[in-house]
């Protein structure tokens, strides 16, 4: 039977223990914001957009160098899917996610083309790195858009892209960054760092869509989307 | 009755007790914090033409600040203490809120995507619905804010010390600050710059501690912010 002292020795010391071992894990930030739908006039195509897995829980882990350092966890999947089917959703006329059989083959007619977003890479800084008082995210991002002909479904549910089919591809890169504040967390300046970088990565994305070379092929050539949409790329 | 009478005396007798030692306290306290402000410098240059003599009506303002540098960015609190200031002082000026704004008019007011000149107008409108949502906001005016305020030095050191009788610290810290805005005016309907002002600050902070940390802070950036207020205040309202 352990006595009432012994009892509060024995909490205290499975606390001090457990603040040790809060203080030895890994940081973690699932980036979360709030995402504006553009202020566009909409493009006259009906798009398909594939997130991978790897896009959808995209993350990514730094081991500490140093006894005086910490690892992180940043975790952006999510906030990348709900970013880019917003700012998609209000950049064309009609986007339809495709992540399986079922919606693969429901608006097979309608579909234009399918874009599909990759993470290439993704670096951050803060002041413990760099003695700059200043948080940074940077991103670089890739981008396929393929005919929908070029998307395969499995068996298994999985989808395939044939990389021997395809319209066009791109890069595009995207920088946030956040001073640091007075009672603000290491964890919520990353946070809103990475947001400013979705932010911005969505403005290079809106403004640049129509002059990569690829894409203004595709929209000048014979397709299916309707003749007002090539137009209305010329107009910008 | 007279009980009563006696008792509401007594209580308004205490009241009245109360209120003198407020007031008391409240100089205190203000002439505390006078006494306990650092010294600010403040230079402020103002070049501005077409001033609208009889206000700006039922029109709205916007003021933003400028993030396009690598090495500094324009901070929100400042530009939201410059819109403060003016809305205090005519409160018929519709100063839109500088976040909301950039949130409504997304992707076309992030850093990479902002005007930076007015001959951009042009090619923000042609988009047909920034056109349509600008008309709605009746926007007259458009204010950019560009600078930052910057530590330029500090010295001393101080010792803090907790212990079973109590806390204290010991020492001397001084350090000093710059703020250096310049506001740009956009004339938003006939897209030319109207003005510019520029608001320079300087002052030198100190914070002695003997047990307890007094601190004497120069409102530099305040300081900035009345300057360029007062000045774009001036700009805007019929009243002043």
């Known amino acids: ?104 083959h429901a608006h097979e007619s309608e579909i234009d083309a399918v874009i599909i977003p990759y993470v290439a890479d993704l670096q951050y800084t803060i002041p413990l790195h760099t003695n700059v008082k200043v948080y940074e995210i940077w991103m670089k991002y890739r981008f396929r858009l393929v005919p929908l002909e070029a998307v395969h479904d499995h068996e298994n549910g999985d989808l395939t892209i044939d990389s021997t089919e395809q319209l066009a591809e791109w890069t595009l890169s995207a920088y946030g960054k956040t001073p640091t504040a007075f009672l603000q967390s290491d964890e919520e300046a990353v946070n809103l760092a990475a947001v400013v970088a979705l932010r911005d990565a969505g403005a290079n994305f809106a403004t640049s869509f129509t002059r990569v070379p690829g894409v203004a092929a595709w929209m000048a050539g014979d397709n299916k989307a309707s003749e007002n949409a090539a137009e209305s790329f010329e107009g910008e | 009755m007279s009980d009563r009478l006696h008792s509401r005396k007594a209580s308004r007798g205490y009241d009245g007790a109360d209120c003198s030692a407020r007031g008391v306290l409240w100089l205190l ?35 933003m600040g400028r993030r396009h540098a690598p090495d500094y960015e324009t901070e929100f609190d400042f530009i939201e203490c410059i819109g403060d200031h003016i809305r205090r002082g005519d409160a018929s000026i519709t100063v839109l809120h500088e976040l909301e704004f950039i949130n409504m008019m997304y992707p076309w007011f992030e850093p990479r995507t902002a005007p930076l000149r007015t001959d951009d107008i042009d090619k923000l409108l042609t988009q047909q619905r920034v056109a349509d949502r600008f008309a709605e906001l009746k926007l007259e005016y458009m204010i950019w804010i560009d600078g930052s305020t910057v530590e330029t030095n500090s010295s001393g050191s101080m010792t803090c010390g907790v212990g079973p009788g109590g806390a204290g610290c010991f020492g001397f810290g001084t350090w000093g600050n710059a703020s250096d805005y310049e506001a740009t005016i956009w004339d938003f309907t006939d897209e030319i710059e109207v003005g510019r002002i520029s608001a320079n600050t300087s002052g030198q902070s100190y914070m002695p501690a003997v047990v307890v940390p007094i601190p004497i802070i120069a409102p530099v950036q305040g300081t900035a912010c009345d300057s360029l207020g007062d000045q774009l205040l001036k700009y805007l309202s019929a009243k002043i």
């Open chain 2, 29 to 63: 306290c203000v002439a505390l914090t006078l006494v306990l402000q650092g010294c600010v410098n403040a230079t402020v240059d103002e070049m501005t033409f077409l001033e609208p003599t009889e206000g700006i009506g039922d029109a709205s303002v916007v003021i």
């Open chain 1, 1 to 104: 039977m352990i006595s009432g002292p012994e009892r509060t020795v024995r909490a205290f010391g499975i606390l001090v223990g457990l603040l040790l071992l809060t203080a030895c894990g890994a940081r973690e930030v699932v980036v979360k914001g709030n995402f504006p739908k553009p202020l566009m006039d909409p493009l006259p195509i009906t798009l398909g957009v594939v997130y991978s897995d790897a896009f959808a829980q995209h993350e990514i882990f730094d081991e500490a160098a140093g006894r005086a350092e910490t690892d992180w966890l940043v975790k952006t999947g999510d906030a990348q899917v709900e970013f880019w089917t917003t700012l998609l959703g209000g950049m064309f006329e009609e986007v339809v996610r495709i992540s399986d059989h079922d919606s693969l």
